[in-house]
């Protein structure tokens, strides 16, 4: 149960960054979730937007580099501790975490969080099994 | 296939033969029609009658293409102007203009030059061909255009630019001979993909790229992209323009129109002339061109000759590919480097495309090389170490073939500029004032 993950490559040069969100802003597509990182000349954005498939054919017809990959995304009980179970027990079960981020969106009860692991497979069994709510493409149209 | 075959396989003993007739002749011509070589071969001592085998063309002076422009504009013509029926001129990247004019058996020559290496290729008068060279005083689009009517084909003289028109009307009109600068050939191909169009759609076969230098590594992902098969030809409007030399359709050289052009290699330092199969510039002595004929022309352009007889059956001389202009070598950090090398190191590298710019910079006395490559490979976005890994790649085999270390940058792609005509790939600002 993966979700779809943005990847955009964005040069390190005045513009990058406003040519992509006016692009997914044209596309009417809205970002739920973000990490940016940085080298001395690119950068790497990641996003999870309420519709992968539209954002990444806009912005390939903006000339971007776009790739879509699969994440796991996990709701959490916003209360101290419950990030710290989760990852607990994906460390516990050699689930190595390569990178992770929040979501921006904002709900009562939820925190949610992005997991780019190398088995997503074997990671949400894992996380099912035990109980962790995972966020769906459909819940994250309708965040 | 040939246009003039009787010619074009002539014995090697009976090519010589006619050169050396024909050279007596010009030198005859240019002392009595022009002032300037009047003045140059007397000073030097050389008539018709001292030329008693090719080898004592030694004798005559080089000629420049600053010498053209110092007899700006007409000054080299050896004919009044009422017997030019053409003019051409070169960019003037460096102050004015050389000019150059043809006499009507001029024209007819030079078209022979280009019939005889569009044919080498397969070109018939079946063919259908799109000519995307800039018309003008240019030489290129005009030398192909007649060539190619020569021999019969239908001639779209569509000129350069409008790129998506051009995609159409390769389509809609069933192009199928493509004549560009291989630049232009390859930005063609990504906008008529672009619009949806296929190579299955198309009915293009040949590529005729001229006008600028070109690996063949590059040659063979633009005929990738674009599903034709290429040939290079070479000239310049100082000789004629195009048709000079051609390449055949095994692609082992280019031909030279050796009743026209006598070729020879020299030393460009010391100026001594370089055998048989070694490398230098290559200088031209015009045969039969009665405009402006041109007596040991410099080109400033590196290659080596063959005599061999090609397995084309092509008898004339062969050049190697042009491997860049004198002119264009960069000298970075004492260490000299040709574009085309960092271009052959670029086109053997999967995940970007075939566009790149150099960039050079001085800081502290010291030259520093950046090369931008476009990332294409949307893949390698999965994590930073694949791109680091795609640069650090780049940025080794930068090393080992130029013997100094470049900078690699990676750019978004289409960020680097296309071109419609000759691609101006290098960016030097090492002379300007450091900050």
């Given at each position: 149960?993966?979700?779809?993950?943005?990847?955009?490559?964005?040069?390190?040069?005045?513009?990058?960054?406003?040519?992509?969100?006016?692009?997914?802003?044209?596309?009417?597509?809205?970002?739920?979730?973000?990490?940016?990182?940085?080298?001395?000349?690119?950068?790497?954005?990641?996003?999870?937007?309420?519709?992968?498939?539209?954002?990444?054919?806009?912005?390939?017809?903006?000339?971007?580099?776009?790739?879509?990959?699969?994440?796991?995304?996990?709701?959490?009980?916003?209360?101290?501790?419950?990030?710290?179970?989760?990852?607990?027990?994906?460390?516990?079960?050699?689930?190595?975490?390569?990178?992770?981020?929040?979501?921006?969106?904002?709900?009562?009860?939820?925190?949610?969080?992005?997991?780019?692991?190398?088995?997503?497979?074997?990671?949400?069994?894992?996380?099912?099994?035990?109980?962790?709510?995972?966020?769906?493409?459909?819940?994250?149209?309708?965040? | 296939?040939?246009?003039?075959?009787?010619?074009?396989?002539?014995?090697?003993?009976?090519?010589?033969?006619?050169?050396?007739?024909?050279?007596?002749?010009?030198?005859?011509?240019?002392?009595?029609?022009?002032?300037?070589?009047?003045?140059?071969?007397?000073?030097?001592?050389?008539?018709?009658?001292?030329?008693?085998?090719?080898?004592?063309?030694?004798?005559?002076?080089?000629?420049?293409?600053?010498?053209?422009?110092?007899?700006?504009?007409?000054?080299?013509?050896?004919?009044?102007?009422?017997?030019?029926?053409?003019?051409?001129?070169?960019?003037?990247?460096?102050?004015?203009?050389?000019?150059?004019?043809?006499?009507?058996?001029?024209?007819?020559?030079?078209?022979?030059?280009?019939?005889?290496?569009?044919?080498?290729?397969?070109?018939?008068?079946?063919?259908?061909?799109?000519?995307?060279?800039?018309?003008?005083?240019?030489?290129?689009?005009?030398?192909?255009?007649?060539?190619?009517?020569?021999?019969?084909?239908?001639?779209?003289?569509?000129?350069?630019?409008?790129?998506?028109?051009?995609?159409?009307?390769?389509?809609?009109?069933?192009?199928?001979?493509?004549?560009?600068?291989?630049?232009?050939?390859?930005?063609?191909s990504e906008v008529a993909h672009e619009m949806g169009i296929t190579n299955d759609e198309l009915n293009l076969r040949i590529g005729l790229f001229g006008s600028e230098g070109c690996t063949n590594e590059l040659r063979d992902k633009i005929e990738k992209g674009f599903g034709l098969f290429s040939t290079d030809n070479y000239g310049m409007s100082e000789l004629m323009g195009p048709g000079v030399s051609g390449e055949c359709?095994?692609?082992?050289?280019?031909?030279?129109?050796?009743?026209?052009?006598?070729?020879?290699?020299?030393?460009?330092?010391?100026?001594?002339?370089?055998?048989?199969?070694?490398?230098?510039?290559?200088?031209?002595?015009?045969?039969?061109?009665?405009?402006?004929?041109?007596?040991?022309?410099?080109?400033?352009?590196?290659?080596?000759?063959?005599?061999?007889?090609?397995?084309?059956?092509?008898?004339?001389?062969?050049?190697?590919?042009?491997?860049?202009?004198?002119?264009?070598?960069?000298?970075?950090?004492?260490?000299?480097?040709?574009?085309?090398?960092?271009?052959?190191?670029?086109?053997?590298?999967?995940?970007?495309?075939?566009?790149?710019?150099?960039?050079?910079?001085?800081?502290?006395?010291?030259?520093?090389?950046?090369?931008?490559?476009?990332?294409?490979?949307?893949?390698?976005?999965?994590?930073?170490?694949?791109?680091d890994a795609l640069r650090q790649l780049a940025v080794n085999k930068l090393k080992t073939v130029l013997g100094i270390s470049a900078k690699v940058v990676l750019v978004a792609p289409k960020s680097i500029k296309r071109y419609e005509g000759k691609a101006k790939r290098i960016v030097d600002l090492r002379n300007q004032s450091?900050?």
């Amino acid at each position: 149960m993966a979700i779809k993950q943005l990847s955009i490559f964005v040069e390190n040069k005045k513009g990058s960054l406003v040519e992509i969100y006016e692009t997914l802003s044209h596309a009417q597509v809205d970002i739920r979730a973000m990490s940016i990182a940085d080298t001395q000349d690119f950068g790497i954005l990641r996003l999870i937007v309420s519709d992968a498939e539209k954002a990444a054919e806009a912005l390939k017809q903006a000339h971007c580099i776009v790739s879509v990959t699969d994440v796991i995304g996990v709701a959490i009980n916003d209360q101290a501790g419950s990030l710290a179970k989760v990852v607990r027990l994906l460390t516990d079960n050699d689930v190595n975490i390569e990178y992770m981020y929040a979501f921006i969106t904002v709900s009562k009860q939820y925190a949610y969080v992005v997991f780019r692991v190398a088995d997503n497979d074997a990671a949400t069994a894992l996380l099912e099994t035990n109980g962790v709510k995972l966020v769906t493409e459909d819940d994250i149209r309708n965040l | 296939m040939f246009f003039q075959k009787d010619i074009e396989t002539l014995p090697r003993k009976k090519i010589e033969e006619i050169q050396l007739e024909r050279l007596k002749y010009i030198v005859d011509y240019c002392i009595k029609n022009v002032p300037f070589y009047a003045k140059r071969l007397g000073e030097a001592g050389v008539t018709a009658e001292k030329i008693k085998s090719l080898s004592d063309i030694q004798y005559i002076p080089y000629t420049n293409k600053s010498d053209i422009r110092d007899n700006y504009p007409y000054g080299l013509f050896a004919q009044p102007l009422k017997n030019i029926v053409r003019i051409h001129a070169s960019s003037g990247t460096t102050g004015k203009p050389t000019v150059v004019g043809y006499t009507k058996n001029d024209i007819n020559n030079w078209s022979d030059c280009v019939a005889r290496l569009c044919m080498a290729v397969g070109v018939t008068d079946e063919d259908v061909a799109q000519i995307s060279f800039g018309y003008g005083l240019f030489t290129g689009a005009l030398g192909l255009h007649y060539g190619l009517e020569k021999i019969g084909c239908s001639v779209i003289p569509i000129s350069s630019g409008n790129t998506e028109k051009q995609a159409m009307i390769l389509k809609d009109f069933g192009a199928s001979v493509l004549v560009s600068t291989p630049s232009y050939a390859m930005y063609m191909s990504e906008v008529a993909h672009e619009m949806g169009i296929t190579n299955d759609e198309l009915n293009l076969r040949i590529g005729l790229f001229g006008s600028e230098g070109c690996t063949n590594e590059l040659r063979d992902k633009i005929e990738k992209g674009f599903g034709l098969f290429s040939t290079d030809n070479y000239g310049m409007s100082e000789l004629m323009g195009p048709g000079v030399s051609g390449e055949c359709q095994y692609r082992c050289g280019l031909h030279f129109a050796e009743d026209h052009f006598l070729p020879e290699i020299i030393d460009s330092t010391t100026g001594e002339r370089k055998g048989e199969g070694e490398f230098g510039e290559l200088v031209i002595t015009t045969l039969t061109k009665e405009g402006i004929p041109m007596l040991r022309y410099r080109t400033k352009d590196i290659t080596k000759l063959t005599y061999d007889a090609c397995k084309c059956g092509r008898t004339h001389a062969r050049m190697d590919k042009v491997s860049g202009r004198s002119d264009d070598m960069l000298k970075i950090r004492g260490v000299n480097v040709f574009p085309s090398q960092i271009e052959s190191v670029m086109a053997n590298i999967e995940g970007i495309s075939p566009h790149y710019e150099l960039v050079l910079t001085r800081k502290n006395y010291t030259d520093y090389l950046e090369v931008r490559i476009e990332l294409t490979d949307a893949e390698l976005l999965v994590d930073y170490g694949k791109l680091d890994a795609l640069r650090q790649l780049a940025v080794n085999k930068l090393k080992t073939v130029l013997g100094i270390s470049a900078k690699v940058v990676l750019v978004a792609p289409k960020s680097i500029k296309r071109y419609e005509g000759k691609a101006k790939r290098i960016v030097d600002l090492r002379n300007q004032s450091e900050n």
